[in-house]
């Protein structure tokens, strides 16, 4: 996401040939190199949220603290990366895409159609949300059916094996997009209100306190950028905003994309369906909105991280 401002040059200004070379490569790398920061922080949160989210049949009765302490004492220190393996092959496609996605809608939707200023961010956020879904959902599958199990209990032995098996046993090609619908319509108001929020803030701190929040651009000094702190505070405001308005969809999304894996997946085929099921069985609170606080304490850093270290790399592959 660009979190840089301009600052009136002194003199007509020459591109850089490393400005211009290889731009798409470039770009697609600092994305990519952000979602890996962002996620590996929080990957042991990650999968406790999978764990309560599906109801775990080992952990249901535990809270988020309980879970985290349970999880060592049953499966190792280890236990709290499972499915991280995956997840890394799934994010630097999905935040390379994400990032770069989210630049060029911006510039679609002001150019060919004419819509700027607060509402394009949200629209070009929830654009590129989504098409880092559709790219790299496979992998988001067999991410979260390595995370839900519990050692001693394992159906699959690694990524190849979950490909593998999913791919004969689940309907081929089809059984790798169970759960997209969800993940889709709970994607594009987290996506958009995340830009959204994070772009507002930004561009608003830079306007109004551009000495206090803002330093030059390390590779283009007539560039204003948000200063480390700042930019971490407002990625995480962005990602607690967006998780609370999306968090239910996501629930309902990771219990359709673990599919046969639960004992109850007949009665969540469909987004309407799995919805209604956890609100009737779970209620509210347990069920839609279970594993919540453990989302707030994932999703701050993690966005915060996102944001920090986009805008590090824009710096050092010269993208601003």
């Given at each position: 996401m660009a979190t840089e401002a301009p600052v009136p040059a002194t003199g007509?200004?020459?591109?850089?040939?490393?400005?211009r070379d290889y731009y798409w490569v470039r770009s697609f790398v600092a994305g990519g190199v952000a979602g890996c920061c962002a996620k590996s922080t929080i990957a042991p949160l990650d999968r406790v949220k999978i764990l309560l989210q599906a109801q775990n049949p080992h952990y249901k009765h535990l809270g988020v603290v309980a879970t985290i302490r349970a999880v060592p004492k049953k499966e190792g220190y280890l236990g709290l990366y499972k499915g991280n393996g995956a997840m890394m092959v799934r994010i630097f496609p999905y935040g390379a895409i994400q990032f770069m996605?989210?630049?060029?809608y911006k510039k679609l939707l002001r150019?060919?159609?004419?819509?700027?200023?607060?509402?394009?961010?949200?629209?070009?956020?929830?654009?590129?949300?989504?098409?880092?879904?559709?790219?790299?959902?496979?992998?988001?599958?067999?991410r979260a059916r390595l995370a839900f199990q519990v050692t001693g209990e394992h159906r699959y032995t690694g990524i190849a094996n979950a490909f593998h098996t999913?791919?004969?046993?689940?309907?081929g090609v089809?059984?790798?997009?169970?759960?997209?619908?969800?993940t889709l319509i709970g994607m594009a108001p987290y996506a958009g209100f995340s830009f959204f929020t994070f772009g507002t803030l930004k561009s608003l701190g830079l306007a109004h306190f551009p000495e206090l929040l803002g330093r030059p651009s390390s590779d283009n000094p007539n560039v204003l950028v948000l200063k480390t702190h700042v930019n971490l505070l407002c990625g995480g405001i962005a990602g607690a905003i967006a998780q609370t308005i999306s968090y239910p969809l996501d629930v309902a999304r990771r219990r359709m994309q673990l599919g046969t894996v639960l004992p109850d997946s007949e009665k969540c085929l469909t987004?309407?369906?799995?919805?209604?099921?956890?609100?009737?069985?779970?209620?509210?609170?347990?069920g839609l909105y279970r594993g919540l606080s453990l989302n707030y304490i994932r999703c701050v850093p993690s966005q915060a991280v996102a944001f920090t270290t986009y805008e590090f790399m824009k710096q050092a592959l010269h993208l601003n």
């Open positions: 007509p200004q020459i591109p850089n040939p490393a400005q996605a989210f630049d060029n150019k060919q159609l004419g819509i700027s200023g607060h509402i394009h961010r949200l629209m070009a956020g929830s654009l590129a949300g989504m098409t880092a879904v559709i790219c790299t959902y496979p992998l988001d599958v067999i999913i791919y004969h046993k689940e309907g089809t059984g790798f997009y169970r759960g997209l619908t969800p987004l309407t369906k799995t919805l209604k099921y956890v609100h009737s069985t779970y209620g509210v609170k347990k």
